[in-house]
């Protein structure tokens, strides 16, 4: 019985990396465009606001991928719900907010004693895994233009966290269901 406790308590350290990586990877590891180069979103954010940034000779990126390198570009006003906040930007913050939840659920599992209460558990960190995958491709998005570190880096990232992690956990789900009933 302990050796089924302790493989538990492993399973629950490695969602809780999952829930860190979701928190890391498009702050830290894969960043998100704002993320990634300060001072190009400082002077994205200011040509936005209108504002001047120190240094306002080069044109802003085109974060959110209109293909445009017109000087008299119009900035869609869909794509920032804030002045000076590109959709990625947002796609991180959930993305973090995912990445709490799936460490709360992995706390969760620690104290879940029936199998059925784990599998349960699993199941909705399964449900987290498609909810990470749809922020950054449907939900949110990322910016449009394929050079960009969020596009490149940090969507397929995601992804590839979020299928693996769905995987796992509803393998483990099913595992808790047919194997462990008392």
């Given at each position: 019985?302990?050796?089924?406790?302790?493989?538990g308590?492993?399973?629950a350290?490695?969602?809780?990396?999952?829930?860190?990586?979701?928190?890391?990877?498009?702050?830290?590891?894969?960043?998100?465009?704002?993320?990634?180069?300060?001072?190009?979103?400082?002077?994205?954010?200011a040509?936005?606001?209108?504002?001047?940034?120190?240094?306002?000779?080069?044109?802003?990126?085109d974060?959110?991928?209109?293909?445009?390198?017109?000087?008299?570009?119009?900035?869609?006003?869909?794509?920032?719900?804030?002045?000076?906040?590109?959709?990625?930007?947002?796609?991180a913050?959930?993305?973090?907010?995912?990445?709490?939840?799936?460490?709360?659920?992995?706390?969760?599992?620690?104290?879940?004693?029936?199998?059925?209460?784990?599998?349960?558990?699993?199941?909705?960190?399964a449900?987290?895994?498609?909810?990470?995958?749809?922020?950054?491709?449907v939900l949110?998005?990322?910016?449009?233009q394929?050079s960009?570190?969020c596009?490149?880096?940090?969507?397929?990232?995601?992804?590839?966290?979020?299928?693996?992690?769905?995987?796992?956990?509803?393998?483990?789900?099913?595992?808790?269901?047919?194997?462990?009933?008392?």
């Amino acid at each position: 019985m302990s050796n089924i406790i302790s493989k538990g308590k492993i399973l629950a350290l490695l969602y809780a990396v999952v829930g860190l990586l979701y928190i890391a990877v498009p702050h830290v590891l894969l960043p998100v465009c704002e993320y990634a180069d300060a001072s190009a979103a400082h002077h994205h954010a200011a040509s936005v606001l209108g504002g001047q940034a120190h240094n306002t000779h080069t044109p802003p990126p085109d974060h959110h991928g209109s293909g445009s390198a017109a000087p008299n570009h119009q900035e869609d006003p869909a794509v920032h719900s804030e002045p000076g906040h590109v959709v990625c930007f947002w796609t991180a913050k959930a993305e973090a907010g995912l990445g709490g939840l799936v460490i709360f659920g992995s706390l969760l599992l620690l104290f879940a004693g029936s199998p059925e209460r784990r599998s349960g558990i699993t199941l909705l960190l399964a449900g987290s895994a498609v909810l990470g995958a749809l922020i950054p491709s449907v939900l949110i998005g990322v910016c449009q233009q394929e050079s960009m570190p969020c596009r490149a880096g940090t969507l397929p990232a995601l992804l590839l966290l979020s299928g693996v992690f769905f995987l796992f956990a509803l393998l483990h789900s099913f595992y808790l269901i047919k194997y462990r009933r008392n």
